[in-house]
């Protein structure tokens, strides 16, 4: 049982590249999420998918687009990189949006340079 | 808005000490309340939570209250380990779980 697992690890993109970063989870959980992490800023929600085939933005979604691919894959797609869009980024995934608890990927470290 | 203010940190200790993390929250309404606790390289994991004023959390010898007076979710253990140095998040939740998260307290502990 692997939990969140999220590829990559680390990335460097220039100034207007695009890419996507993977999320997938095995715990069979119906709602998905993506936050980035700033120092100084805490963990803020981009977007979130509360069951399969919905998505929905979160406090900062400007410059992302989502896609709940099956239950168990969200992905995050940055369409022209920014260096404001340097960040840790997170996937997390709970069984439902009245559950409580929220299991966390290990993140993906990216810089836009 | 909703909100939540952690103290500064890094949180300096030695083996043993006393440990309190503060925080405290604005909020519309009666959130419920969680910490989180991040270790070197990871992700972030539920420490414990309260949903309602007067509860008090507790997990690994890790403990906070709810409380609605001062709006505050303290958090407190009795003695800390060196393998408790990790980055600590107060958190509520808004409804539909979408947690608002402080800025997060650095705990190092020394042997």
């Known amino acids: 049982n692997a939990g969140v697992t999220q590829t990559p690890k680390f990335q460097v993109l220039k100034t207007g590249q695009s890419m996507t970063l993977q999320c997938a989870q095995d715990m069979n959980h119906n709602s998905m999420y993506w936050y980035r992490q700033d120092p100084g800023m805490g963990l803020r929600l981009i977007y979130y998918?509360?069951?399969?085939?919905?998505?929905d933005k979160g406090e900062v979604p400007n410059g992302y687009n989502v896609s709940r691919l099956n239950k168990r894959e969200f992905s995050l797609r940055l369409e022209s990189a920014a260096p404001s869009q340097t960040s840790v980024y997170f996937c997390?995934?709970?069984?439902?949006?009245?559950?409580?608890?929220?299991?966390f990927g290990p993140g993906t470290r990216l810089t836009v340079t | 808005g909703n909100s939540v203010t952690q103290m500064e940190g890094p949180v300096t200790l030695s083996e043993e000490a006393f440990l309190t993390i503060n925080c405290t929250y604005t909020a519309t309404g009666y959130p419920s309340l969680f910490w989180y606790v991040q270790y070197p390289g990871e992700g972030l994991q539920l420490l414990l939570k309260a949903t309602k004023a007067d509860d008090k959390g507790s997990n690994k010898g890790f403990e906070a209250t709810y409380r609605k007076e001062t709006t505050s979710f303290h958090l407190e253990k009795g003695s800390v380990q060196v393998s408790d140095s990790a980055v600590y998040f107060c958190a509520l939740n808004t409804g539909f779980q979408k947690l608002v998260f402080g800025t997060g307290t650095r705990l190092l502990v020394s042997p």
């Open positions: 998918s509360a069951s399969e085939g919905t998505t």
């Open positions: 997390a995934s709970s069984f439902s949006q009245e559950t409580y608890e929220q299991y």
